[in-house]
């Protein structure tokens, strides 16, 4: 059966990023001039903003056939670029929380055309445009702004199956809602830069056949997409009181590491002569460990570092192949760990940074008849696969609402990781494949020792 886990939020939502406050100043000076006390430092995020994003998306669409003529299921595959034009407005409320609404509209590129395993016919489910109105609420510390946002959101897509010499397929923009959550931060003047994750989901799309006059058809019953944008803004109005405040990323540090994250997997046939074609995996789940490392500050605005960290990689899913009831495949994944580079370029408030290095993914999987028919026995295997991890992501101090001292910081993170085939497994003469690629979208919660 198919399991839906949406998209979990941010780790920058449950990351408050305080910084500064006021100091009073009194004076009784000669001649019993009156006392006066300075402004508060304040940045008023008030006003009307335009701008730009650029991210990845991954497509987690489900298909089936609706008549009950094909057993099993389609998890439709796909990853590529998103990019557009954003605008809104935001409310201060007072100094701490902002409300706001944003709209944005752009490219999705999306698509991923694949040969059904054992059957022959080609799938796809591809996308051109995204659109979202949403809500924001928001919690500022000053320079920093973490938020939630949720709203509708109207995708254009095409289904299509090909099965030659009969294809069929349907162009549809369909509106369902968005839901996600982000991190933005002053970056001088009136400019910011903001990372967001967002999960959307259309519903579903129309039904095809899959033979022109056959009984078999094939319905995309549900359209999900997984979106990582990284965005630019310049707010009118709303300009700092003051210039932004410096921050020590020099030193040791230390702490916890947690997200969400969507699996992207092909098994297809390793034996042409036996069977051709793919089916796709795609899930979620959640992941939580430790990340440690070391930050040099090398020039004012400018740091490098190296890290590790080691979690719970928490995914575990079936696919029945469609129109073949003897064909079932199980992932499981335990545990995840990477060691990586980091390049950062500190605004003084946040540390915008680009990260790649080495990835370990542990994890079984098992070819199987989900019937239990004793033709086709069950091949498995379990294996530590390794690859590569890159991504980025804003880094801030962390204050959880003006509870913790100086020292914590906080970050929101997306971490692309391949770590390629797993090993063959062979059922009832049947050999099949599967590559790993994983999507994270997490934060962490560090104490930096010194700087």
């Known amino acids: ?51 730009g994003y650029l991210g990845v998306g991954l497509n987690r669409s489900h298909g089936f056939d609706p008549s009950g003529s094909a057993a099993g299921e389609v998890e439709y595959l796909g990853t590529g670029f998103t990019g557009g034009a954003t605008a ?43 659109g979202t109105l949403r809500g924001r609420v928001g919690y500022s510390s000053g320079p920093n702004l973490a938020y939630v946002t949720g709203g509708a959101a109207w995708v254009h897509f095409t289904d299509q199956v090909t099965n030659p010499p009969s294809s069929a397929e349907s162009s549809r923009t369909k509106a369902g809602f968005a839901v996600g959550s982000g991190l933005e931060t002053r970056v001088g003047g009136n400019w910011t830069i903001k990372s967001e994750s967002l999960y959307v989901d259309v519903g579903s799309g129309d039904t095809l056949p899959v033979t022109v006059g056959g009984p078999q058809q094939l319905k995309a019953d549900a359209h999900r ?13 709303g300009a700092p009181a003051a210039p932004l405040p410096q921050q020590n990323w020099q ?34 789940g959640f992941t939580a460990g430790l ?25 575990d899913h079936s696919v029945n192949d ?60 379990t294996r530590t696969l390794s690859g590569y991890a890159v991504g980025g992501g804003i ?21 692309y990781v391949n770590v390629g085939d797993g090993d063959t497994l062979i059922q009832a003469g049947f050999p099949v494949v599967a590559d790993h690629q994983f999507h994270l979208f997490r934060g962490a919660v560090v104490y930096r020792f010194g700087g």
């Not at 201060?92 to 490219?107: K, N, R």
């Not at 999306?110 to 051109?128: A, I, M, P, R």
């Not at 098994?267 to 899930?283: H, K, L, N, Q, W």
């Not at 930050?295 to 400018?302: E, G, H, I, M, T």
Request: glycine share 14%.
């Open 291 to 315: 990340i440690a490392g070391y930050n040099w500050q090398f020039a004012p605005q400018w740091v490098v570092g190296v890290e590790g960290d080691f979690s719970w990689l928490g995914i």
């Open 1 to 51: 059966m198919h399991k839906f886990r949406p998209l979990a939020a941010s780790p920058a939502v449950l990351t408050a990023i305080a910084l500064g406050a006021g100091s009073a100043l009194a004076a009784d000076l000669p001649g019993k001039a009156p006392a006066y006390k300075a402004p508060p430092l304040t940045w008023n995020w008030t006003g009307f903003y335009v701008g």
């Open 225 to 237: 997409y997984l979106l990582q944008r990284f965005g630019v803004n310049y707010l009118f109005g």
């Open 88 to 130: 809104g407005y935001n409310w201060q409320l007072d100094p701490h929380w902002v409300v706001g609404a944003e709209g944005d509209f752009g490219y999705l590129g999306l698509s991923h055309e694949s040969v059904q395993y054992n059957d022959g016919f080609t799938v796809n489910s591809k996308t051109s445009w995204l």
């Open 395 to 415: 880094e801030t101090t962390f204050t959880l609402f003006g509870l913790l001292g100086p020292g914590w910081l906080s970050r929101s993170e997306y971490l």
């Open 322 to 381: 469609y129109n073949d009831p003897s064909a079932s495949f199980n992932m499981k994944t335990h545990w995840l760990a990477t060691a990586r580079a980091r390049l950062g370029y500190s605004t003084g408030a946040a540390l915008l940074y680009v990260t790649g290095g080495g990835a370990w993914v542990n994890g079984e999987e098992s070819w199987h008849s989900p019937n239990g028919n004793p033709a086709f026995p069950t091949a498995s295997a």
């Open 251 to 284: 030193g040791f540090f230390l702490g916890a590491v947690g997200g969400s994250a969507a699996t992207q997997t092909r098994v297809r046939s390793s034996d042409p002569a036996v069977a051709v074609g793919e089916f796709g995996i795609t899930d979620t």
